[in-house]
């Protein structure tokens, strides 16, 4: 999908709101060019990182005949006379005739001339010593190449790593892997009426979101120094301005909260002009949270960094972290742009006129049915803390109970999204 950049200006270039899913394209789009340069990284520091190339074997897996059992590995039909030993890690001298055996352990390479294994437990010695026994007809070994051949792909660019993927890359022979590094983010909280600290007081407000944004911006994928996040910045274009420029010196994306809009102290979009920043998207048709913007911003070294805008009204904030931020971060990182799985309506939902609604639910993890929350009023992050994610009405619909729509699951545990 195309990106219609549209200039910054200190108005903030006011155009019709962008549609969600086709905002949630041109973000992801935007991310994908932009995407960050790959770096060799040794396996354990690639956990959370992403596949910057397919993943191909080095080696055959297995590499060589391996015995699956502990037991004997046998030429010809018995009794076998025992010629050696091989354990794991050893390489085997080979079965020099019919009527021969080796000792094997589970691992060890199969001998040259072995034709069957013999399971420990289902061999008997005779009276002279030798090994007898009926060998099962199964094979009790791996052939080279039954996991993979050499050189075959096991995993496409774009994978996100994670344990597994860093086990499957050591048992193939990799030291390094070709990762997209995380993207580094810096967090800016605008809105002088913010406390950091104790309880809200008359007029002044608690910040919710200096907390709450990074631990959100991890679990996408991006990498947050608690030095990163500043604020309050004093509600004054020059200070926007200045913590911008900073910020955006060391990110490949700042998220602001707060000043979207274009009340007297609201200075985002005059900074984002002063910047010489565009718009990859400039507010979108969803509720809530519709003035969110994406801009992107030239750096003196020639490179895109971002400037994602999120709302002040808290849950308004994370609907544009998961609308906008995501989709982006996942371009950023190579990844596939993040599918949304369906669920059930099992209660109706309202629709939001020709806006997409975003409707806070929790779901049943047996049954699939979505069922609203309470508590979901744009200053509020009640419901929120208690949802599994977004149920999506498409404009100009309203959501029946029965109906089949798309979920946008929210990341509470490190290991769940991407
Ligand atoms: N005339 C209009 N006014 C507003 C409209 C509108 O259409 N016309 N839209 C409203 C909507 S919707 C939203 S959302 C907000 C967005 O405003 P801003 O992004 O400019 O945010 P602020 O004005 O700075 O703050 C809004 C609200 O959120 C509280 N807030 C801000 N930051 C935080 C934070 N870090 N933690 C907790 N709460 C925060 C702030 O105190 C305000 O109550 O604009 C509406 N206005
Ligand atoms: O859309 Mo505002 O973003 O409802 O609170």
Redesign the pocket.
């Known amino acids: 999908m195309s990106v219609e950049p549209a200039v910054a200006t200190d108005r903030g270039a006011q155009r019709p709101p962008v549609d969600w899913a086709r905002a949630r394209n041109q973000v992801y789009a935007a991310g994908q060019a932009d995407a960050l340069v790959p770096v060799e990284l040794p396996l354990p520091e690639a956990d959370g990182l992403t596949l910057a190339e397919p993943l191909t074997t080095l080696t055959d897996l297995p590499a060589f005949p391996t015995s699956s059992v502990d037991g004997w590995a046998v030429r010809g039909t018995g009794p076998w006379r025992v010629v050696g030993r091989v354990l794991a890690g050893g390489t085997p001298p080979p079965l020099p005739e019919n009527g021969t055996a080796v000792e094997i352990a589970t691992g060890a390479m199969l001998p040259d001339g072995a034709d069957e294994v013999l399971r420990i437990e289902e061999s008997t010695r005779t009276d002279d010593g030798r090994v007898a026994g009926t060998p099962r007809t199964t094979p009790e070994w791996r052939s080279p190449g039954e996991e993979a051949y050499a050189g075959e792909e096991l995993l496409p660019a774009g994978t996100p790593v994670g344990p597994g993927v860093i086990g499957l890359a050591a048992s193939c022979g990799y030291d390094q892997l070709r990762v997209r590094p995380a993207p580094r983010a810096a967090l800016l909280v605008f809105g002088d009426e913010l406390l950091t600290a104790g309880p809200p007081q008359a007029g002044q407000v608690r910040d919710a979101l200096g907390p709450a944004v990074p631990a959100w911006l991890r679990r996408y994928g991006a990498r947050v120094d608690p030095a990163d996040v500043i604020g309050p910045v004093a509600d004054t274009l020059s200070a926007h301005v200045a913590a911008l420029r900073t910020a955006l010196a060391g990110a490949d994306l700042v998220c602001t909260t707060g000043g979207t809009m274009h009340g007297p102290v609201d200075h985002l979009h005059p900074a984002l002009a002063e910047l010489g920043a565009d718009y990859v998207v400039n507010t979108v048709a969803v509720?809530?949270?519709?003035?969110?913007l994406l801009a992107r911003v030239t750096g003196p070294d020639g490179r895109n960094r971002y400037v994602a805008g999120l709302?002040g009204?808290p849950?308004?904030a994370i609907?544009a972290l998961v609308s906008l931020v995501a989709p982006l971060l996942a371009g950023l990182q190579g990844r596939p742009m993040p599918l949304l799985p369906y669920v059930t309506l099992g209660e109706p939902v309202a629709g939001r006129g020709n806006y997409t609604h975003l409707a806070l639910v929790r779901v049943d993890p047996v049954l699939g049915t979505a069922r609203p929350v309470r508590h979901v009023g744009?200053?509020m992050l009640r419901g929120l803390a208690q949802a599994d994610g977004f149920a999506v009405i498409e404009p100009g619909g309203t959501g029946e109970t029965g109906a089949r729509v798309p979920l946008v699951p929210l990341p509470l545990l490190p290991s769940v999204g991407s």
Do not use: Y
């Not at 509720?287 to 969110?292: D, K, N, S, T, Y």
């Open positions: 509720r809530p949270g519709f003035p969110m709302p009204n849950q308004s609907v744009s200053a």
